[in-house]
DNA sequence: ATGATCGTTTAGAATATATTAAACGTTCAA
DNA sequence: TTGAACGTTTAATATATTCTAAACGATCAT
């Protein structure tokens, strides 16, 4: 490959391994993505590990993850028995299908924990043998235990506009 | 402290260190917010270490980085030596100082490598050099990465709109 | 059937990250 | 001017993550 090429590419991948770990995805995630990004046909595995330089068993477990999150695709190549992979290029696919799903469920963690917590509440009977220290106490976790809960509902709200927008 | 009240509290440290690392901040980071978000009072490095038992050192840069990121201050508490600090509970603040920032900072990473592809492109001089195949794997080269500058922009103007909703 | 070619799994090695304990510099009170 | 009380830094350790190489099962051509 002509070396301004190569460059250019090896380059690009470099940044989408980079981008990736920024997102809080494998490195090699990243650098997979790129690859099969600026590749204009569909990439084996074996292509793939030739060209980033890394073990077959890495680059399997890594464009699995790749696909699960929207990334990439299996294509079918007539006549090969090879897996061949393309790069998701719809930027609003890979946000819909996975990354809002994501960003959905670390939202909602947010009002689980509020649930949780809350569960550990006293009984009213129990409370009663608290001293006036403690049941001030208690009502101020409640309180901020339940401010967490509104913003819950609030982040909720905003995905799900974000949502349209995309 | 009373053990159903204490029960509580650790129940709730322990799912904060949970969200913390579900954002990608450390463990220890989302336990120290946790903590300080259901103390009615500002705490000192030596009571949050020795509620959490962990040691000093830990504390000192994980409370530095969560007040980086917007989610504690340091209060002053008259007579004492001691840096305290309180939980910031105004969500929307944390959001806006520093969550915000990281994610434009993250958006305007993909533009950055855009630019600093682009800058390995060859001279006009040196494309005649190039043969057929080459020249068209280079302007296939340029429409991907053009179009991830593009992306750069939309998701530049989404998260704009998204703070004005905040 | 047999062997070659796949992708996957896995146990151990390599690497990166987090944590501790101790040393350190500063500040302040005596 | 000491020394005690702070928060920070750091070097070593512990832990978690990532990666490799080899074993494996499945599929296909012969």
């Known amino acids: 490959m002509n070396p301004k090429l190569l460059e250019i590419k090896d380059r690009f991948v470099e940044k989408l ?27 084996s595995l074996d292509e793939i590990t030739k060209q ?65 917590t809350s569960a550990l509440y006293p009984e009213s009977e129990q409370t009663q043998s608290l001293s006036p220290e403690e049941k001030k106490l208690l009502s101020f976790y409640k309180n901020r235990i339940e401010s967490l809960d509104k913003i819950q509902s609030k982040l909720d709200f905003l995905l799900k506009t974000l949502m349209k927008f995309l």
């Open 52 to 116: 980033l330089q890394v073990s077959k068993g890495s680059i399997s477990l890594n464009i699995r993850e790749l696909e699960k999150w929207g990334g990439c695709k299996k294509v079918w190549v007539k006549g090969d028995r090879k897996d061949y992979y393309e790069a998701e290029t719809q930027f609003k696919n890979i946000l819909n299908k996975r990354l809002m799903d994501a960003l959905k469920r670390r939202v909602s963690t947010v009002g689980e924990i509020a649930a949780d």
């Open 17 to 43: 391994g980079f981008l990736g770990s920024l997102f809080g995805f494998n490195k090699l995630l990243g650098q997979i993505y790129g690859l099969l990004y600026l590749s204009p046909t569909p990439l």
